[in-house]
């Protein structure tokens, strides 16, 4: 029952990294131009970009080991979440 507890703390640590990121970038990324104009839409799909994001650093902070210390994968997937919507942005 420990790895069904753990591995749902997990995901919804690394949704809300996700979201988190998604948000922030989309919000303060921008000019402020930009964000007068700026839909919904675009919040839903910068926390969506987010979420894949911190599943992929996520995994990657799993392959290289890092499982000693769970803090170290939410880190390695905050990180790569802002990696990828940055690439996303096209920056």
Sequence with gaps: ?????TGM???????????AA???FNRY???WLRRQLATRH????SS???VAGAF??????????????PLMQYI???????????LWRGR
Excluded at 56 to 69: Q, T, W
Excluded at 76 to 86: D, G, K, Q, R, S
Aim: glycine share 12%.
């Design 1 to 5: 029952m420990a790895v069904l507890t």
């Design 9 to 19: 703390a997990n995901l919804l640590i690394v949704l809300a990294v996700g979201i």
């Design 22 to 24: 998604g948000l922030a």
């Design 29 to 31: 990324g921008q000019t």
């Design 42 to 45: 675009s919040d839903v799909t």
């Design 48 to 50: 969506l970009v987010g």
């Design 56 to 69: 992929i650093g996520f995994h990657v902070g799993v392959i290289l080991g890092l499982l000693p210390s």
């Design 76 to 86: 390695t997937a905050a990180i790569c979440a802002v990696l990828v919507l940055w």
